[in-house]
């Protein structure tokens, strides 16, 4: 289970035993905003009893919400209801995150810092100017590059007499 308190403190928020799906997931500090949070459960980010569900939809104690922020999947059970979005401390006393939850969540964080940075596995990106020059170097049958008459004048062109 999760170091956290189910109690909560006499001074907490918490009003009403029903409310909004997306308000109850801003002010848990799920997302910064409702529409995020709005968003989120219309692409069915967000399960409610393992169904997935409308915004409008009311969250009461006891409610099992499976939350999918980016590739994390945190499974978390409502302990308290409040509309008010207040500092984090008391924001996570309104819900108590599962023991398998938590332990994927670390498993998945620990893969990430263990796999080798993506940028890694590119050989070949934009050639640089020397590597541009040395094609064009290629093309015109040099092995180096080319000469520096042989590629432009500056020189005003000579007449030639009649």
């Known amino acids: 289970m999760s170091p956290r308190s189910p109690a909560i403190p006499p001074d907490h928020p918490a009003s009403t035993e029903r409310l909004r799906l997306d308000k109850w997931l801003w002010a848990a500090r799920f997302f910064k905003t409702r529409a995020l949070a709005v968003e989120a459960i219309e692409k069915h980010r967000v399960r409610v009893n393992g169904q997935p569900v409308k915004p409008a939809r009311e969250v009461r104690i006891g409610d ?33 995150e599962n023991a398998d939850s938590v332990a994927r969540r670390l498993a998945q964080a620990e893969q990430r810092r263990l796999a080798p940075e993506p940028a890694l596995d590119l050989s070949e990106g934009r050639p640089t100017k020397r590597d541009r020059r040395h094609m064009d170097a290629l093309r015109q049958g040099h092995d180096g590059p080319a000469d520096w008459d042989e590629r432009w004048s500056a020189a005003a062109p000579t007449r030639r007499s009649p």
């Open 64 to 96: 099992e919400l499976e939350v999918a922020q980016g590739p994390v999947l945190k499974t978390v059970v409502v302990r308290a209801i409040s509309g008010v979005r207040g500092p984090a401390p008391q924001a996570a006393l309104l819900y108590e």
